[in-house]
Nanobody, 115 residues
Framework: QVALVESGGGLVQAGGSLRLSCTSS????????MAWYRQAPGKQRELVAT???????TYADSVKGRAAISTDKAKNTLYLQMNSLKPEDTGVYYC?????????WGQGTQVTVSS
């Protein structure tokens, strides 16, 4: 059982920036993959960014060039830096981890981008 706690969400104007954090109750060293998802009201959850244990990253087309996913393994923490925020970035952002077998989800942190 891995507990994940997100923080750093809030209200920001369009064009602004946020850095989201996700702290794990367990070591994230050698975690196969970690990711950020988001879910807008009334819509399905979508993948935002991923990072593997080797440091390889991927990004959704909608955030490419505006988002950066990173980890601090010594602090058991995953980050998502988002710049040039748009109203369509609004939603609950969820941290996700997966080892060889088991997935874990955080409780989510709200990001609201106003025009």
């Amino acid at each position: 059982q891995v507990a994940l706690v997100e923080s750093g969400g809030g209200l920001v104007q369009a064009g602004g920036s946020l850095r989201l954090s996700c702290t794990s109750s367990r070591s994230i060293i050698n975690m196969n993959v970690m990711a950020w998802y988001r879910q807008a009201p009334g819509k399905q959850r979508e993948l935002v960014a991923t990072i593997t244990s080797s440091g390889t990253t991927t990004y959704a087309d909608s955030v490419k060039g505006r988002a950066a996913i990173s980890t601090d393994k010594a602090k058991n923490t995953l980050y998502l830096q988002m710049n040039s925020l748009k109203p369509e970035d609004t939603g609950v952002y969820y941290c996700y981890t997966r080892d060889v077998i088991y997935p874990s989800w955080g409780q989510g942190t709200q990001v609201t981008v106003s025009s």
